[in-house]
C-alpha cells in the first residue's frame, strides 16, 4: 500500500533554518575528531542566554531523553516509581525500566486530559519522579505556569518533577519566559527541551535540559555518556538558535494549518475540545483502526493509539488538503450508512 505522506511521527517537514546547512557542510569536515567540550559550552552558553537561566543548571543529551536517561542513571531507581499519564510518549517507560524502575502509568479519562488529579493519587514514598509533557503526546494538551506550581506544591519534595517541553515552541498559550518562570520559581524540577521538532533535526539527536537545582544538574551531565552528543548535531543547534526570527515563522505556519484541521473538526463535529499546542492533531475514536486504515488507504500514515483515537502529524499544506479530503469521504460514507464517527469520551 502506497504512502504519499508518512504523518505517524511528530517530524517537521521543513529543512533545517537557515544557515544550518552551511555548518553542516564545514562540520563534516572534522569529523575524523571527537566532539570537543568548548563546542558544548558554548551551545550551553547560548541556551543560558536563551532562557535567562544559569549556565550551571543546563544540560545537553542526545536528545531530550539523552537527557532523561542520564537523569534515571544519575539517581538510584530499583524500588521506586516514576509516575506519568497514559497514553503518553512510549519511551518514558522504556526508559525507566531499563533504568531498573518501575512505571506507575495513570490512565487518563478522557483519553487527552492531563489527569493531573489522577496521577497525584499514585504518587507515594516509592515514587522517584512524575514526568508531565506539555504539550502532551498524543493530544497537544498543555498546563498552565500555575496548574504546574499547584502540581509541583503538591508533590513531596523527594519527588522531582520532570516537564516535557519537546513541542514548547508550537504552544501559543506560553511565553518566551516560561521556562526561567518554572526553574526559578520551583524547586524539584526538571525542563526538556528538544531540537527535534521545531528546529527540524531530528535525524542529529540532540536536546537539552534545565534543572532548578545546579547539583543535579552536575550530577546528570556526568551521567550523561561520553561523546554522546556528536560534534555536527552541537554545531547545528548552536546554528539554529541564532534564527530566531525565522524559527516563529515557521512555526506560525505549523500552528495556523494546525487550526485549519481543528476547525475542519469543529465544523464537523469531531473535535472534543482539546486544542492542540503541538505539531500535531488528535481525533478521539473508539473506532481507531477503521479511521487509521481509512487514511491509510488514501496513502496517509497516521499513529493509532488502539480503542482511544489516532494522532495526525501536521506537515505540508499539501498532506493537510490530503487529510481533509480523506476525512470528507470517510465522513460521507458513515452519513450514508447512519452511524457516527468520533467518539470524545473515548
Same mark, same amino acid.
Given at each position: 500500500?502506497?504512502?504519499?505522506?508518512?504523518?505517524?511521527?511528530?517530524?517537521?517537514?521543513?529543512?533545517?533554518?537557515?544557515?544550518?546547512?552551511?555548518? +553542516?557542510?564545514?562540520s563534516a569536515a572534522s569529523l575524523n575528531r571527537y566532539?570537543?567540550?568548548?563546542?558544548?559550552?558554548?551551545?550551553?552558553?547560548?541556551?543560558?542566554?536563551?532562557?535567562?537561566?544559569?549556565?550551571?543548571?543546563? !544540560?545537553? &543529551?542526545?536528545?531530550?531523553?539523552?537527557?532523561?536517561?542520564?537523569?534515571?542513571?544519575?539517581?538510584?531507581?530499583?524500588?521506586?516509581?516514576?509516575?506519568?499519564?497514559?497514553?503518553?510518549?512510549?519511551?518514558?517507560?522504556?526508559?525507566?525500566?531499563?533504568?531498573?524502575?518501575?512505571?506507575?502509568?495513570?490512565?487518563?479519562?478522557?483519553?487527552?486530559?492531563?489527569?493531573?488529579?489522577?496521577?497525584?493519587?499514585?504518587?507515594?514514598?516509592?515514587?522517584?519522579?512524575?514526568?508531565? @509533557?506539555?504539550?502532551?503526546?498524543?493530544?497537544?494538551?498543555?498546563?498552565?505556569?500555575?496548574?504546574?506550581?499547584?502540581?509541583?506544591?503538591? +508533590?513531596?519534595?523527594?519527588?522531582?518533577?520532570? !516537564?516535557?517541553?519537546?513541542?514548547?515552541?508550537?504552544?501559543?498559550?506560553?511565553?518566551?519566559?516560561?521556562?526561567?518562570?518554572?526553574?526559578?520559581?520551583?524547586?524539584?524540577?526538571?525542563?526538556?527541551?528538544?531540537?527535534?521538532? @521545531?528546529?527540524?533535526?531530528?535525524?542529529?539527536?540532540?536536546?537539552?535540559?534545565?534543572?532548578?537545582?545546579?547539583?543535579?544538574?552536575?550530577?546528570?551531565?556526568?551521567?550523561?555518556?561520553?561523546?554522546?552528543?556528536?560534534?555536527?548535531?552541537?554545531?547545528? @543547534?548552536g546554528e539554529s538558535l541564532r534564527h530566531q526570527r525565522?524559527?516563529?515563522?515557521?512555526? @506560525?505556519?505549523?500552528?495556523?494549518?494546525?487550526?485549519?484541521?481543528?476547525?475542519?473538526?469543529?465544523?464537523?463535529?469531531?473535535?472534543? &475540545?482539546?486544542e492542540s499546542q503541538g505539531n500535531f492533531v488528535w481525533?478521539?475514536?473508539?473506532?481507531?483502526?477503521?479511521?487509521?486504515?481509512?487514511?491509510?488507504?488514501?496513502?496517509?500514515?497516521?499513529?493509532?493509539?488502539?480503542?482511544?483515537?489516532?494522532?495526525?502529524?501536521?506537515?505540508?499544506?499539501?498532506?493537510?488538503?490530503?487529510?481533509?479530503?480523506?476525512?470528507?469521504?470517510? +465522513?460521507?460514507?458513515?452519513?450514508?450508512?447512519?452511524?457516527?464517527?468520533?467518539?470524545?469520551?473515548?
Open positions: 500500500m502506497r504512502i504519499d505522506f508518512d504523518l505517524s511521527r511528530n517530524e517537521l517537514h521543513l529543512g533545517p533554518l537557515p544557515g544550518v546547512q552551511r555548518v +553542516l557542510d564545514s566532539p570537543a567540550d568548548a563546542g558544548i559550552a558554548r551551545l550551553v552558553e547560548q541556551i543560558s542566554a536563551l532562557h535567562d537561566v544559569p549556565r550551571d543548571q543546563v !544540560v545537553v &543529551g542526545a536528545g531530550s531523553v539523552g537527557v532523561l536517561d542520564a537523569l534515571l542513571h544519575a539517581r538510584p531507581q530499583v524500588n521506586t516509581s516514576t509516575a506519568f499519564g497514559t497514553p503518553t510518549f512510549d519511551e518514558y517507560a522504556a526508559l525507566v525500566t531499563r533504568a531498573g524502575g518501575n512505571c506507575a502509568a495513570v490512565p487518563s479519562t478522557p483519553p487527552g486530559t492531563q489527569a493531573l488529579d489522577a496521577i497525584l493519587s499514585r504518587v507515594d514514598a516509592s515514587t522517584r519522579q512524575v514526568i508531565l @509533557a506539555a504539550p502532551h503526546n498524543p493530544t497537544g494538551s498543555t498546563v498552565s505556569v500555575d496548574e504546574l506550581i499547584r502540581f509541583r506544591r503538591a +508533590l513531596p519534595k523527594s519527588a522531582l518533577l520532570v !516537564v516535557d517541553q519537546a513541542y514548547a515552541e508550537f504552544d501559543m498559550t506560553t511565553t518566551s519566559d516560561t521556562l526561567c518562570q518554572i526553574v526559578t520559581e520551583l524547586d524539584g524540577v526538571l525542563v526538556l527541551r528538544s531540537f527535534s521538532k @521545531a528546529y527540524g533535526l531530528a535525524g542529529l539527536r540532540i536536546g537539552y535540559g534545565v534543572f532548578s537545582s545546579a547539583a543535579l544538574a552536575a550530577k546528570v551531565r556526568i551521567a550523561v555518556p561520553t561523546y554522546s552528543v556528536n560534534s555536527v548535531a552541537v554545531a547545528a @543547534a525565522e524559527l516563529r515563522e515557521r512555526v @506560525a505556519g505549523v500552528v495556523e494549518s494546525r487550526r485549519r484541521l481543528e476547525a475542519f473538526l469543529i465544523r464537523h463535529g469531531l473535535f472534543c &475540545g482539546t481525533l478521539a475514536t473508539r473506532e481507531s483502526n477503521s479511521l487509521f486504515w481509512h487514511l491509510r488507504s488514501d496513502g496517509i500514515a497516521s499513529r493509532e493509539y488502539p480503542g482511544l483515537g489516532v494522532r495526525i502529524t501536521i506537515q505540508s499544506e499539501i498532506s493537510v488538503d490530503a487529510v481533509l479530503t480523506s476525512l470528507r469521504t470517510l +465522513l460521507a460514507q458513515r452519513h450514508v450508512r447512519g452511524r457516527a464517527f468520533a467518539d470524545c469520551n473515548a
